[in-house]
């Protein structure tokens, strides 16, 4: 059975673990995949001459079409079978004269399909570096970043209302030279997180090769010490910045042992020292927090003749990656069917795609501004994001008979009319001189020219001229002329005519001279 294909997020991380010339089996252990399935996409990268950079920068859904997802991981007997004997042999090293050679002669002797004697003390190896981690971590400058939230609150006051509004603290750390950052958003959100991780790289003047998230909800979807699920949203935001997210172990505080201090820090030289001042908003919060977080880092470390500014300064800041061009906007994903008129629905707007593609589904990926819908790994609609109900169509998504149904405008109608006749012509100015809605008199103009059609054309021009004489506009009204040959008789008769004439007409000098005599 075909296992889940890897979401292309990523796979782009996978590619910039190898960029950076990382091994596959370290990439397998960083992105928790199989060797296997590093392996397959690297030798598709190399066969298919794809070029790296180009890939990086796809949208997920271009990227997926370029490659395919491989085949789960192959679950080896031989593992199954020595994957339930390691507690065992981790207990027997522990006696005296018992070595590895002589648990594997006995391994070998039980299970004679078994490992060899590399990969048997291989895999038991591993399971002794689980068990005892080092607790001593040299990093490399520009290498990594961690990141958390403090686990207590600071707050300001709404200067209308008196309410004290908690805030959470984003701390970050550069592990070399220990340079902190920190900065106080409303939650611990995506949206928020994200934030303060774009103003960290801002402030820091630069981009490290890792990211390390502690385990919370906005970095991780699901915590797990082997195969932690990344949120999609932060790998799109270190995709976009060209850096590895690489999460610490779940209830693992030594894993990013710096920032935790950090944050103990912070407690003292943030907290303590802004416990007796009043703020009225999160801008002027901030403002205070980054003037003691820069007095911290410009303070001497104990037992160094520097600070962590001028280390970070000299060793660390110049090996930082450069800043994207552009800042990240928070993308999300959705699935929808193409309706029968063209559209997809969207939160309530609906955007257009070829109508071809009627009846099939679509990926779409949105942010705040813009939507962007793709089919079969290409691109195939882009929109400015709608907040309000209704539709957003492009013509040339639409079929003819939609696009002329677009089209449709009182130049459009007179144009036509034009070709037809200028009794027609004069007709149809006459009808939008009226003040109606607009789609009312398209209707109208439709159904004359369906008349126009099927009527001999010196009859209907006969007709226009009686409509226009005596200002009708109404379609019914022209097609009962023409249905009652009424059009001659009409135009025959004078509006002089109309009136019956006769010689007992009284003027006003008869009103005047009854009115003397009386």
């Not at 590619?15 to 296997?36: D, E, P």
């Not at 934030?195 to 970095?219: F, H, M, Q, T, W």
């Not at 309000?388 to 405008?409: C, D, I, M, P, V």
Request: hydrophobic fraction near 35%; include cysteine; glycine fraction near 4%.
């Amino acid at each position: 059975m075909a296992g889940k294909p890897r979401p292309m997020s990523q796979i782009k991380q996978l590619l910039r673990l190898h960029r950076q010339g990382c091994s596959i089996k370290a990439i397998a252990r960083t992105l928790s995949i199989s060797k296997n399935t590093v392996k397959s996409y690297l030798v598709k990268l190399q066969t298919a001459s794809f070029n790296t950079e180009e890939l990086l920068i796809l949208e997920d859904p271009v990227l997926e079409s370029r490659f395919h997802s491989g085949n789960p991981a192959y679950k080896d007997p031989r593992y199954i079978h020595l994957k339930g004997k390691l507690e065992y042999f981790s207990k027997e090293l522990k006696r005296v004269g018992v070595t590895k050679k002589l648990l594997w002669e006995e391994y070998i002797a039980s299970f004679p399909q078994g490992y060899a004697y590399s990969q048997f003390c291989f895999h038991l190896h591993q399971q002794l570096v689980a068990r005892k981690p080092t607790s001593v971590l040299t990093h490399e400058p520009a290498d990594k970043l961690f990141v958390d939230f403090a686990g207590k609150q600071i707050s300001y006051t709404d200067r209308q209302t008196g309410e004290i509004i908690h805030c959470q603290l984003f701390v970050a750390c550069l592990p070399f030279s220990d340079y902190a950052f920190a900065i106080a958003v409303p939650s611990q959100t995506v949206s928020d997180f994200l934030y303060a991780l774009s103003r960290c790289l801002e402030a820091i003047g630069g981009v490290p090769k890792v990211l390390v998230p502690d385990n919370l909800k906005a970095a991780i979807i699901k915590a797990d010490r082997y195969e932690p699920e990344v949120n999609r949203s932060l790998e799109d935001f270190a995709n976009h910045y060209g850096m590895a997210v690489v999460p610490a172990r779940a209830a693992k505080p030594r894993d990013k042992g710096l920032v935790e201090n950090q944050v103990k820090l912070l407690y003292t030289r943030v907290y303590a020292k802004l416990r007796n001042r009043i703020f009225f908003d999160l801008a002027t919060l901030n403002e205070a927090i980054s003037e003691k977080v820069r007095e911290h880092n410009q303070t001497r470390m104990q037992n160094k003749n520097y600070c962590r500014e001028e280390r970070y300064l000299a060793a660390e800041k110049p090996l930082l990656s450069a800043l994207p061009p552009k800042p990240f906007e928070l993308k999300y994903y959705a699935e929808a069917k193409v309706a029968s008129n063209g559209h997809v629905s969207l939160l309530k707007h609906f955007y257009s795609v070829p109508y071809s593609l009627i009846g099939s589904r679509v990926k779409v990926i949105y942010t705040r501004t813009m939507v962007y819908i793709y089919a079969q790994g290409k691109q195939v609609g882009i929109h400015l994001r709608s907040y309000s109900g209704g539709y957003s169509s492009t013509k040339e998504h639409l079929s003819s008979q939609n696009q002329a149904w677009l089209n449709r405008s009182p130049e459009y109608y007179l144009e036509r009319a034009r070709y037809k006749s200028e009794e027609l012509h004069r007709l149809f100015e006459l009808v939008f001189q009226q003040d109606r809605y607009p789609e009312q008199l398209y209707r109208t103009c439709d159904g004359l020219l369906r008349l126009s059609r099927n009527t001999d054309p010196e009859k209907f021009s006969r007709v226009c001229r009686v409509a226009i004489e005596n200002r009708i506009c109404s379609y019914k009204s022209i097609q009962k002329i023409l249905e009652n040959n009424m059009a001659i008789h009409l135009e025959e008769e004078s509006p002089e005519q109309s009136l019956p004439v006769h010689t007992n007409i009284r003027g006003k000098e008869y009103y005047t001279q009854s009115t003397i005599n009386f």
